[in-house]
T-cell receptor, first 110, second 118 residues
Framework: QKEVEQDPGPLSVPEGAIVSLNCTYS??????FMWYRQYSRKGPELLMY????GNKEDGRFTAQVDKSSKYISLFIRDSQPSDSATYLC??????????FGTGTRLQVFP | EPEVTQTPSHQVTQMGQEVILRCVPI?????FYWYRQILGQKVEFLVS????????KSEIFDDQFSVERPDGSNFTLKIRSTKLEDSAMYFC????????????????FGDGTRLSIL
């Protein structure tokens, strides 16, 4: 079983839509959960960082962690064409190593 | 906003040659990392570095790889004898603290060096 699984997409939505991006993970020991955005030929850019279960909101972005289901989500409200990118989830616990999902490619069309 | 900078953005090297990838981490960060991303695949951890020594490394990080902090600002990854399969994007990252200190802080990434081995 893969440590982190993420649907690669692509996910194509109209401007203004609510986007839901998801990852599942296998190891219940994971405590730190991150979402990164990666534009083409750029590095991962940190969007959201959460510890343990619960919700965290930052502007149009909401990160949700459900440790009982081993499920993490990123919601984007009022999506914009500039949100078109690949979204990577990442997890870790007691090591330096971030474990990434494959990334979901999002396209927001005008 | 402070950022991690990496040079060069693209490096083309003949197989068997040595290559050095350079990074300037965010200035108040103490932990440094290298990751790689082979085209179409996941971002993979290579190594972490703290207090002038390797903190953790993956099985990918074999004897062909080495890291160094040659001065107060730069952090380098050296590949001694490059192979075709080393072709990838290499990302440097840094953080204020590590989870090993009991208080994790997120890792911030540079834009990467695209390494092409011919």
């Amino acid at each position: 079983q893969k440590e982190v699984e993420q649907d690669p997409g692509p996910l194509s939505v109209p401007e203004g839509a609510i986007v839901s991006l998801n990852c599942t993970y296998s190891n219940s020991a994971f405590q730190y959960f991150m979402w990164y955005r990666q534009y083409s030929r750029k590095g991962p850019e940190l969007l959201m960082y959460t510890y343990s279960s619960g919700n965290k909101e930052d502007g149009r972005f909401t990160a949700q962690v459900d440790k009982s289901s081993k499920y993490i989500s990123l919601f984007i409200r009022d999506s914009q064409p500039s949100d078109s990118a690949t979204y990577l989830c990442a997890v870790n616990y007691n090591t330096d190593k971030l474990i990434f999902g494959t990334g979901t490619r999002l396209q927001v069309f005008p | 906003e402070p950022e991690v900078t990496q040079t060069p953005s693209h490096q083309v090297t003949q197989m068997g040659q040595e290559v050095i990838l350079r990074c300037v981490p965010i200035s108040n960060h103490l932990y440094f990392y290298w990751y790689r991303q082979i085209l179409g695949q996941k971002v993979e951890f290579l190594v972490s570095f703290y207090n002038n020594e390797i903190s953790e490394k993956s099985e990918i990080f074999d004897d062909q790889f080495s890291v160094e902090r040659p001065d107060g600002s730069n952090f380098t990854l050296k590949i001694r004898s490059t192979k075709l399969e080393d072709s990838a994007m290499y990302f440097c990252a840094s953080s204020v603290r590590s989870v090993r200190q009991g208080s994790n802080q997120p890792q911030h990434f540079g834009d990467g060096t695209r390494l092409s081995i011919l």
